[in-house]
């Protein structure tokens, strides 16, 4: 009852960002990214003390936008939420942001994938990996190019 009073409310608020810890009562932040990437796209920022590396990298898996550790540089915070604004809602309106793949579409503005009209929500991360696999169809990618189009840092997976 609880979940679904919050689904509720979270698509009648619609936030545009959500900036969540991984620590919650009942259920944890990685659960409530994965109900909310269920139903929206709305960008999300994990801001918490755990300092586990698994916990950036599961929360991106999941979906999340990005993670910041506490305790935490104000400014720092502040950019990154610009830089998600300017990420998710600063895309022109004429700008093309969909791919055609065999029967699918790709809708990369909204991080989704319709087919026979199914619509299936990807992560930031599957997203970045299938829009490079798609317009590399024809090439090999390796491990490294992928890395790099998703943090843009090798020493991340080192």
Known sequence: MILAMCLSLFEQINPAIVIMDVKLPKYDGFYWTRK?????????????????????????????????????NTSILIAKIQAIYRRVYEFSKDEKRVIQWQKATLDLAKDSINKDDTIIYLSKTEMIILEMLVKKQDQIVNRDTIITALWDDEAFCK
Do not use: H, Y
């Not at 909310?36 to 999941?62: A, G, K, Y």
């Open 36 to 72: 909310i990437r269920e139903v929206s796209n709305t960008p999300i920022l994990f801001l918490s003390s755990r300092d586990n590396p698994m916990d950036q990298v599961m929360s991106m898996e999941l979906g999340a936008d990005d993670f910041v550790q506490k305790p935490f």
